[in-house]
T-cell receptor, first 116, second 113 residues
Framework: DVKVTQSSRYLVKRTGEKVFLECVQDMDHENMFWYRQDPGLGLRLIYFSYDVKMKEKGDIPEGYSVSREKKERFSLILESASTNQTSMYLC???????????????FGEGSRLTVL | LAKTTQPISMDSYEGQEVNITCSHNNIATNDYITWYQQFPSQGPRFIIQGYKTKVTNEVASLFIPADRKSSTLSLPRVSLSDTAVYYCLVGDIADTGRRALTFGSGTRLQVQP
């Protein structure tokens, strides 16, 4: 059974703290993604990665960085957390699709971060 | 930027067929159209994907007209458990030429008894 595991379901941090959100997939997927979800805004792409040590900015990368040292692990880093980063964070992975066909995304259960 | 437009919400009753239409006027030649379903406190899950005409699986049907500028997700005989948010996605080209998927705000479907 496919599995995307996010390290923490709930986190509470203080403004200015450094925050690490970890995501691990056991499906040998090349692609990994980080989204954030906020009421009324749907899911917004923060960063994605198509290979180890490779990263691409999504729609809202400001205030975030990522790390992909191993194929199965994709980390989202908030260098200095701010209150506007309070959100639900969702990690996903997929195989690369065939020509034009996007691989199915498999999501983790999410990490709800509150920044005080 | 999201490339799709969907209704914000829809209401239905158990046993009815529900059709959710998505507009994607700027769809690229190589883009596929994919629909996801999300329940509260869970990540989205894949429902169906298509390129043109009609695709059907055990859960839903997807209708795509010849110009591909819109698509319609059809859920036959919905039940209370189909209450969820439904997202329409098309492939997106990042600056480097790589592909990434962009979600819009989705359609919140409420099924009443």
């Amino acid at each position: 059974d496919v599995k995307v595991t996010q390290s923490s379901r709930y986190l509470v941090k203080r403004t200015g703290e450094k925050v690490f959100l970890e995501c691990v997939q056991d499906m040998d997927h090349e692609n990994m993604f980080w989204y954030r979800q906020d009421p009324g805004l749907g899911l917004r792409l923060i960063y994605f990665s198509y290979d180890v040590k490779m990263k691409e900015k999504g729609d809202i990368p400001e205030g975030y960085s990522v790390s992909r040292e191993k194929k199965e692990r994709f980390s989202l880093i908030l260098e200095s957390a701010s209150t506007n980063q309070t959100s639900m964070y969702l990690c996903a992975s997929s195989f690369p699709g065939l020509a034009g066909e996007d691989g199915e995304l498999f999501f983790g259960e999410g990490s709800r971060l509150t920044v005080l | 930027l999201a490339k799709t437009t969907q209704p914000i919400s829809m209401d239905s009753y158990e046993g009815q067929e529900v059709n959710i239409t998505c507009s994607h006027n700027n769809i690229a030649t190589n883009d596929y159209i994919t629909w996801y379903q999300q329940f509260p406190s869970q990540g989205p899950r894949f429902i169906i994907q298509g390129y043109k005409t009609k695709v059907t699986n055990e859960v839903a049907s997807l209708f795509i007209p010849a110009d591909r500028k819109s698509s319609t997700l059809s859920l036959p005989r919905v039940s209370l458990s189909d209450t969820a948010v439904y997202y329409c996605l098309v492939g997106d080209i990042a600056d480097t030429g790589r592909r990434a998927l962009t979600f819009g705000s989705g359609t919140r479907l409420q099924v009443q008894p």
